[in-house]
Nanobody
Framework: QVQLVESGGGLVQRGGSLRLSCVAS????????MGWFRQAPGKEREFVAA????????DYADSVKGRFAISGDNAKNTVYLQMNSLKPDDTAVYYC?????????????????WGQGTQVTVSS
């Protein structure tokens, strides 16, 4: 069994930055792809970013390209999401997910384990 715990969320002003962390326990993240998704109030959960098992491949939603960066630290069993130039539209609960496969994917159904989420609120 895998447990994923997100942290780093909070309240930030427009244009500010946050770094989310996701620590995995129960299984090393080495060899597995990881992703970040988000869900805003009244909306469906959507893909944000993903990284392949070796970090060589990353994917981003168009809405965050150039502003967000996903990275991983296998030694710490942790995945990060650096979020810059934040906008009010980025307000959501952010979820970390692990996929029992090597390559990154953007579809929710491709992921096997999920964290509980961390709230990000961007004020205008």
């Amino acid at each position: 069994q895998v447990q994923l715990v997100e942290s780093g969320g909070g309240l930030v002003q427009r244009g500010g930055s946050l770094r989310l962390s996701c620590v995995a326990s129960g299984r090393t993240i080495f060899s597995y792809a990881m992703g970040w998704f988000r869900q805003a109030p009244g909306k469906e959960r959507e893909f944000v970013a993903a990284i392949s098992w070796n970090g060589e491949s990353t994917d981003y939603a168009d809405s965050v390209k150039g502003r967000f960066a996903i990275s991983g630290d296998n030694a710490k069993n942790t995945v990060y999401l650096q979020m810059n130039s934040l906008k009010p539209d980025d307000t959501a609960v952010y979820y970390c997910a692990l996929r029992l496969g090597a390559q990154s994917r953007w579809r929710e159904i491709e992921y096997d384990y999920w964290g509980q989420g961390t709230q990000v609120t961007v004020s205008s």
